[in-house]
């Protein structure tokens, strides 16, 4: 049988997975201005909005856990 996760290995997770809700914010951000028809700059903007967005909202949602 496979034993609980070490505190390492819980806490390399969550940074997995807050890395994940970071990247998908973003692409959300980018996917929509792609599908307005934006201009790859624009697309570029958008990401990297998105990206600042979602790291702003993990670290309010860290916050507030």
Do not use: F
């Not at 599908?35 to 916050?63: E, N, T």
């Amino acid at each position: 049988m496979v034993g609980p996760a070490s505190e390492a290995e819980q806490r390399s997770s969550m940074n997995r997975l807050k890395a994940a809700v970071v990247a998908l914010v973003g692409a959300s951000a980018g996917l929509v201005t792609l599908s307005g028809g934006g201009s790859p700059a624009q697309i570029a903007a958008a990401v990297v909005a998105g990206l600042a967005v979602g790291a702003v909202l993990l670290a309010y949602l860290v916050r507030i856990a």
